[in-house]
């Protein structure tokens, strides 16, 4: 299944490799052309009869995780953040390290030695460490170097309700859904771009939409769901099962007005669920896009993940299909000329 | 030079959060297509205007936009929760009134607080006299967004008005574009969308014109009020002439042509070092291969509230300022 595949490859940002080889794998196929740029984005154009509006559809490839940062006498890793990470995660979480692919788990004094006050307080990640088994330095030293990645070991599983669970839904989803879509004939030609690095600063998205120039720009992400008791309902971002999230405004982005009525219009028509992300916290790739050269419009589509940025997020397999449903839809009405926009 | 009070009023009174300019646009546009070779708002919601020369290509910026509110939820009472576009004040905000696009006028207040130094905009609501969510939701939809509306005023030497931000740039610019008689130079007039979010009209126009030189037009704090932070500006102390802020540092070449523009034609001007803020020149600046710019800034009082407050002949020197600079050979 190719959510699980995707899910389960390794692709902390900078290091989105793996992901890399298989979109590339997936999607060679389907495309006309397809390369990787200086930054290690994956640029795929899918030609189609229609070449206007020119669309870019996003998808960022990589996930948060964790960097080893000293080796201790010991053997025990010290590590550092790649992306927003909450510390209070991370305590007896299984780690893959590295090229060697390294098991280790994140490790912390026992309950029995903590004093009172410590039980009462989530550990900084500063008193944690990585345990890979081995004795001392040197040995640590042949399997793992400074400066490797250690993501989380989080198998996809489906449960409850038509849910799954899995590490990095934030933004396999998102590739998985743009994968679905270039393997699908459509009469507009789509470029379909698998960005790196926005988990630290949506590095690639940048020079992704300065080499294309689109004209509309739509992000697909994996975004906060906190449908959960102890935030007030005003402050629920997006809630498990309601459809499809469109973004009105984030941190980086004012969505274009035009273009978010279109995409709620086709949701109508079509009978499929959608909600509001009724929160403007973070930012995505469209901060990047909209701003490129002279700019462009742009809107977000999201499947909501509950617990994101840690390795047990959980999805809705129906908000996932609704989501790609929608897309799908939203091409179809754009490609017959029925979003009409003065470009 | 007569002071158009009916035509500032007219701006400030024009919706326009960031994002949402179409209204003020259409404004601007009414008031300048006469007197300009090309107008044309692009992806971001800019509008630009051009007046055709041979000379230097100038690029003159006024954002159009606003801070405001956006719409995030609506409860069952029919009560609003929303969050800030732009910098807004949730002290400021308490009691003040507010204007939807379709003319929906609201009130926010705030839940009941047992300590006010934790007042967050997430404990606030606008109230629109809704009966319940269904009664709401035939007036405004999650997603819309509003805009403090209070009364504008003016005195022989003052206006007091919220929305001078940067709607008395809009006015320089407009009253500029009338006065202006012939000019060699290429002058690109852009009424910019989105500066209060991230001055992220300013950068895609920029790009787009590729200017020679670039004047952004914009308010700026002041300094003369009681216990006020340490700030060389004032009211009626003239033109202030930008030398640095949080998103540029105008290169000395600029600064010396536009004092040297001041004190050939005898403009009163002052110099401005503000600590915090920005304004679109911080993008325009540093589009392509860079851009030398400056900023021409209006001394205001109460920065985005709903009673800002200028002085007349600081407008109008402001005026004068941008007429000498854009009719001078650029030499940098």
Redesign the interface.
Known sequence: MLLKRLTEARGISGNENEVRELIINEIKDYVDDIHIDRIGNIIAFKRGEVNTPRLMIAAHMDEVGLMITKIEESGLLKFTFVGGIDQRVLVSKQVIIGNKKINGVIGSKPIHMQKKTEWKKALDYKELYIDIGVSNKEEAEKLVKIGEYASFLSNYIEFGDNLVKAKSLDDRVGCSILINTLKTNTKLSIYGIFTVMEEIGLVGAGPAAYKIEP?IGIVLEGTTCSDLPGTE???QATKLGNGPAIS??DR?T??N?DL?KSIIDTANKNNIPYQ?R???FGGNDSGKI??A?????TATISVPCRYIHSPVSVMSKNDYANAEKLLKLFIDNLEKGGFSYE? | MNFNGELLKKLVNTYGPSGDESQIAEVVKNEIKDYLDEIKIDRLGNLIARKKGNGNKIMLAAHMDQIGLLVTDIDEKGFLRFTNIGGISPYVSIGQRVIFKNGIIGVIYMEPMEDMGKLKLENMYIDIGASSKEDAEKRVSIGDSCVYTAQYYENQNNVISGCIDDRIGCYILIEAIKELKESNNDIYFVFTSQEEVGLRGAKTSAYSIDPDFGIAIDITGSGDTPKAKRFAVGLDKGAAIKVKDQSIIVNPLVKDFMIRAAKENNILYQLEVLEHGGTDSGAIHLTKEGIPSGVISVPTRYVHTPSETIAKNDVNNCISLLLSLINMKIEF
């Open positions: 004209d309902g005003h402050l009105l405004m980086t004012v969505f007005k978010i509001l009724r929160t403007t909209h701003l050269k002279a700019g462009s419009i470009f």
